[in-house]
C-alpha cells in the first residue's frame, strides 16, 4: 500500500496525544511514529534528566530518524496513513518534515492537528496520569505511554498488577518548564504549515478522549483520504 495520508499530532503536555494517536494507530494500515523510539538510546540518555533539555533533540538526528523511518515504512508498504505522536516539535522539524515526505512519499496528504486544552487540565491531567514500567520497557526506563489502573487498586497495572508511576518529565518542575517550552514553539509550528499552505486542525483536548477520537476520525474521512 501506499503512504498517502500523514497526521502529525502536536500540543502541550499531557493534552491526549499519545492515547489518541495510539488509539488510531491500532486499525489495519496504519502505524504511528514516535520520534523517540527511533533515537539512539546514548541520546535520549543525554536528554533525559536536564530541565533545560527536556528531551530536546538535535536536529541531524531528528532528519536521520525520521527519514528512515519513512523510507523503511514506504518500501514496506506498511502502512497507508502514519500518524506523529507529539512531532513536529518546532517549526524547522516541520519544514524537514515535509521535504521528507515530499522526497519519499509524494502525493501524501498532510493535515495537521493541533491538540490544545486549557492549562489547568493539562497539570490535572498530568498529576493523576501514570506509566508502567513493566509493560513498557523503555531503553532508558522512562516509560511515556498511558497505563489503564486496575479496577480493584487505583496504584496497580491492570495489565501486569504492577505499581504505577508518575511520568518523570510530569514532575512539576519539569512539567512547567514543558509547558512553556510548547507555547514557545507553537506559534513557529503552526506558521510553518501555514507557509506550506498545511491547514492545522485546532481540537479540544479537554473533553474526553471518545470526544476527540469522534473529532478526528471525522477530520480524517473529510474530503479525499485513501
Ligand atoms: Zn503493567
Known amino acids: 500500500m501506499t503512504l498517502a495520508l500523514a497526521v502529525p499530532v502536536f500540543g502541550p503536555p499531557a493534552a491526549?496525544?499519545?492515547?489518541?494517536?495510539?488509539?488510531?494507530?491500532?486499525?489495519?494500515?496504519?502505524?504511528?511514529?514516535?520520534?523517540?523510539?527511533?533515537?539512539?538510546?546514548?541520546?535520549?540518555?543525554?536528554?533525559?534528566?536536564?530541565?533545560?533539555?527536556?528531551?530536546?533533540?538535535?536536529?541531524?538526528?531528528?532528519v536521520t530518524?525520521?527519514?528512515?523511518?519513512?523510507?523503511?515504512?514506504?518500501?514496506?508498504?506498511?502502512?497507508?496513513?502514519?500518524?506523529?505522536?507529539?512531532?513536529?516539535?518546532?517549526?524547522?522539524?516541520?519544514?524537514?518534515?515535509?521535504?521528507?515526505?515530499?522526497q519519499h512519499a509524494p502525493g501524501c496528504v498532510v493535515r495537521a492537528v493541533e491538540l490544545a486544552t486549557d492549562t489547568m487540565t493539562l497539570y490535572r491531567r498530568a498529576f493523576h496520569r501514570r506509566v508502567c514500567h513493566r509493560c513498557e520497557r523503555d531503553p532508558i526506563r522512562d516509560p511515556r505511554l498511558p497505563a489503564v489502573p486496575s479496577a480493584d487498586d487505583a496504584q496497580r497495572c491492570a495489565r501486569?498488577?504492577?505499581?504505577?508511576?508518575?511520568?518523570?518529565?510530569?514532575?512539576?518542575?519539569?512539567?512547567?518548564?514543558?509547558?512553556?517550552r510548547y507555547q514557545q514553539t507553537a506559534a513557529g509550528i503552526c506558521q510553518a504549515f501555514s507557509e506550506a499552505d498545511v491547514e492545522v486542525v485546532r481540537l479540544d483536548g479537554g473533553t474526553s478522549a471518545a470526544q476527540v477520537f469522534e473529532d478526528v476520525t471525522a477530520l480524517l474521512t473529510r474530503g479525499s483520504t485513501p
Open 65 to 102: 530518524a525520521l527519514r528512515s523511518y519513512i523510507e523503511a515504512t514506504v518500501q514496506a508498504g506498511a502502512a497507508h496513513t502514519v500518524f506523529f505522536d507529539n512531532f513536529p516539535g518546532t517549526g524547522a522539524q516541520v519544514r524537514f518534515f515535509l521535504t521528507v515526505l515530499e
Open 16 to 62: 491526549g496525544k499519545t492515547t489518541l494517536t495510539a488509539t488510531l494507530g491500532q486499525m489495519p494500515g496504519r502505524a504511528v511514529f514516535r520520534l523517540r523510539e527511533h533515537v539512539p538510546e546514548t541520546i535520549l540518555a543525554a536528554t533525559a534528566t536536564s530541565a533545560e533539555r527536556l528531551g530536546w533533540i538535535d536536529d541531524f538526528t531528528v
Open 160 to 180: 501486569c498488577g504492577g505499581i504505577l508511576h508518575p511520568r518523570r518529565g510530569d514532575a512539576p518542575r519539569l512539567l512547567r518548564a514543558r509547558v512553556q
